[in-house]
Structures are given as C-alpha cells and as structure tokens.
C-alpha cells in the first residue's frame, strides 16, 4: 500500500455494510498494465456497479499482504468485503488477474472455491474481460514497471521516471501477457463463458459508452444519485514509454 495515499481499498471508502450476500456479483478479468485500474475506478464512481478492485491480491507492496501468509484470514477478509464492496443496489465486483487465482490454487485453494462459486460456477455468471490492443505499448508499459517498481502514478517523482531500455524485459513482458491471456482463454472454455470483452482503447475514447455496456450486461440500472466518490486514478507520465517505443520501433 502507499503510505499517505488513498488507493480505494480504506475502510473509508466502504459502502454501507450490506447484511445480504450480493445479488450481482461479476468479475473483472484482466492483465496488469492493461488499464484495468482506471476502468474499475469508473465503474465504482457510478454507486451502482459495486467497487470492482483487487481483493485478492495478498503480494507485496498489495493491499491486502498482511493476509499473505495466513489463508484463514484472506477467507475472513473476502467474506468481510463482500458485505462491505457491495453497492447498495446488490452489485459486488472483484478485479483479477488470472495469476493471482493461479496463487491462490496452489496456496488457498478453499478460497479459490469460495471466490469461483461466488462469482463464476453460479447460474448466469458474469465476467468483463478488459483487454488492451496495443501489444506493445503493454509489454513497454508491464517492462518498465517491472524494472522500476512504480506501478501507480502516486509513486511517481514530480519529474516522472526514467528506466533504462532493455528489450529483453519487453520480451520476458510480451510472454507475461502471453500467458495471462492464455489463462483466461482456458478458463472462459473450462467454464463455457462468454465474457463480454472491453478494450482499453475503445474504452479510453468514450468512457461513458463502455460502462453503460457493462450496466447492460449485468442488467443494472443507473441511479444518478447514487454516484460515489471513489478516488481518482491519475495517467502515469507517458515521456519515457514514448522514448521506448520509438526504439523499439527502430530496433
């Protein structure tokens, strides 16, 4: 967590605590550096599309790394967020990544269970598959994030920051995305889902549009008063991922 920042995962930023298991609950698959925080950030600023972050990540430097080594406390901190992440209209949303469920098999697998019977092995399961279409600008983006450790604008200097081009993390990153997609592929198949899949860049263009898609598809409502005030996620300094592609465009 960023000590002094607000990431959306405070208890401040709770909902009213739901007494009822959610009526909606979907997921929001992803792959990191796709965009995905951005877009779970818009979603939850409706009030009525639940508040679809990373309550299973247990990393370091994650939200939750104080559960990482216990698996009875990640279980009572998943049911505790879906009572406290639902919105008021029964909508409970959870970002992954397909290796954080990959994790989670091998070290707490009763809490995979519990995640997939809650959210997918249901009837009428729903899942939005956010993806991005510029391979490049992905693997740059995951490449320099991995080299520097700054994932989130927040940890930023004023000045932005400067990685040093390696296209061999570029590559290791372009197989990092290989294998999320891979993942996911198998898993909509094991399952017989159909995801509704988004698209950073569609998504970018006209905000508005994507999330009332996803309203559509999970069958919600807007209430315009229900807007809520969940933190604003900030554009990392584009600078540097510029100076990277142009030379890996040039290699």
């Not at 406290?84 to 990544?97: A, I, L, Y």
């Not at 040093?164 to 290791?172: C, F, K, P, Q, T």
Request: glycine residues 6%; aromatic residues 12%; charged residues 25%.
């Amino acid at each position: 967590m960023l000590v002094g920042k607000d990431t959306g995962y405070e208890g401040k930023f709770d909902f009213r605590r739901r007494v009822a298991a959610p009526d909606i609950p979907y997921m929001l698959a992803s792959l990191p550096r796709s965009g995905s925080t951005w877009f779970s950030h818009l979603l939850w600023r409706t009030g009525c599309l639940g508040a679809p972050l990373e309550y299973l990540n247990f990393e370091a430097a994650g939200p939750y790394y104080f559960a990482a080594r216990s698996p009875a406390v990640q279980r009572q901190l998943w049911e505790c967020l879906a009572h406290r992440r639902t919105s008021p209209n029964g909508v409970f949303g959870v970002k992954c990544f397909a290796a954080q469920l990959e994790t989670l098999r091998q070290q707490n697998p009763e809490l995979l269970d519990a995640v997939m019977a809650t959210l997918v092995r249901r009837e009428n399961p729903r899942i939005v598959y956010f993806e991005r279409r510029d391979r490049v600008a992905h693997a740059i983006s995951y490449a320099r994030a991995s080299l520097s450790g700054v994932w989130r604008k927040e940890q930023e200097p004023e000045e932005g920051v400067a990685v040093d081009y390696s296209e061999v993390a570029i590559g290791r990153a372009e197989q990092m995305i290989d294998a999320e997609q891979s993942a996911w592929c198998q898993m909509f198949g094991e399952l017989g889902i159909e995801p509704l899949t988004l698209w950073y860049e569609d998504v970018l263009a006209d905000p508005d549009m994507a999330v009332a898609e996803v309203a559509r598809y999970l069958g919600v409502t807007f209430d315009r008063t229900a807007q809520f005030a969940a933190p604003e996620i900030e554009k990392q300094s584009p600078a540097d991922s510029v100076a990277w592609a142009k030379r890996f465009a040039g290699r």
